[in-house]
C-alpha cells in the first residue's frame, strides 16, 4: 500500500456501522477500525486527514434482537429502516452485532449498492487462514444455539465447535453489560468463570458485548470477532480487498 495513493485519491471508500444491540458495540467497532487504520499507515500516519470515512447508524430498536425469534418482524423493520439511511452513503459496511448478522441473506438478496461484510464471511475466512480445528461458540442464546436464528448455524461444518454449558447464564450476562454497562464489577468475574469452565483452546466472543468485558485471566485465546471485522472493513477501505 503507498499512502501517498490513498490521500492524493478523491475515492477512498467511504465504510459504514449498523448498530444499537447495543450501541456501545457499534462504538467499539468503530474504535477498532480507528486503530487498525492508523496501524496500517504505520509510520506515515498523518492523523486525522489519514483517517477513514465512516457513517454510522444507531437504532435502538434493533436492541429487539435478543429475542429475535418473537421480534423478527420488528426487528427486520428497523433493519431496513436503517440501510435505507446508510447503504446510498456508503461502499461497505458491517452490522455490529452477530445476533443481527443472521439478516445477511435477506441484506444480500435486497441488491444494495453498498457490499455487507458479513460476520459469517469473515469468520469463515478467518478459519480457512488460521487452520484451527476447534473453537467454542459463545454468543447469546440464539447465536449459541446454532439453530434456526443463529447467524452461525453453519459453522459445525467447517469446524469442531463447543457450545457453553450454562447457555442461560451466558444470556443473562450479555443482558446485565446491555442493562448495566460494560464497566459494572460484577461482569468479569462471571466471564472468567464461563471462559475457563471450557475445553477448547480457541475461545469465539461472537457477541459484540463480550469483547467489552474480556480483560480477564485466562489460558485460552480470545478471538473477538468484531475485531476481525474491524481487519475486514480496513482492508476494503485501503484495497476493496477482503481478507
Known sequence: MNPDNLRSSKTRPTLGIVTGSGPEAGMDLWSKVLRKNADAFGADFGGDTDAPRVIVVSEPELGLSMDLARN???VWAAMQRSLAVLAPQVDAFAIACNTLNWYAPKIQALDLTARLLSFQS???GWIEK???SRVALLGAA???EMGEWSAYRFLDTLIDVERPADPAALH???HDVKRLGSHN???RPRFADLVNALDADHVLLACTELPLIAEIATDKQLVDMTDLVADALVAWSMDGVLN
Do not use: D
Open 130 to 132: 488460521t487452520g484451527i
Open 72 to 74: 423478527e418482524a420488528e
Open 122 to 124: 469473515v469468520l469463515t
Open 142 to 144: 440464539p447465536v449459541t
Open 172 to 174: 443473562e450476562l450479555i
Open 185 to 187: 464489577a460484577s461482569l
